[in-house]
Structures are given as C-alpha cells and as structure tokens.
C-alpha cells in the first residue's frame, strides 16, 4: 500500500515481541505469504493478517491449507 511505512522484516518482529510485555500482542500485517509465514510466527507474533495471501489467491480455500501447514504458532 502506497501509505505503508517500510517493511522492519523478520528481525523487526523479533525486536518488537522481546521490547512489548507478553500479555500485549503482537500481530504482523502485510506481505505474509506461504514462503515466510514459518518464520513470521518463529519472530514471536501472536498472530498473522493474511488477506491478500487468501483473498488473492486462485484457489483461496488451498491458500489457506497452505499456510496453515507452515505455521509454528
């Protein structure tokens, strides 16, 4: 999106979830695919926003599967 602020990437999400008490979540938002969403959850997020990931997709229910199967979280 054109009003999205610059990516801070994995390591970002690391710094985020060890500066943030536990109680607080984490959620990541924006280029989550079926490549890094494994390692989306592995930087500590307490959840993932995945819309384009599904809603782009030519078969949405199979994206979903997808990326279910890749998660650690």
């Known amino acids: 999106k054109s009003d999205a602020g610059t990516p801070i990437g994995i ?3 690391r710094r985020i979830r060890n500066m943030v008490p536990l109680d607080l979540p984490v959620i990541a938002i924006g280029g989550i695919t079926g490549d890094n969403v494994g390692a989306v959850w592995q930087a500590g997020v307490d959840g ?4 384009h990931a599904v809603a782009d ?3 949405p229910e199979g ?3 997808r990326l279910a199967r890749r998660t650690t979280g």
């Open 11 to 13: 390591e970002g999400l």
């Open 48 to 51: 993932v926003a995945v819309i």
């Open 57 to 59: 997709a030519p078969d």
């Open 63 to 65: 994206a979903v599967r």
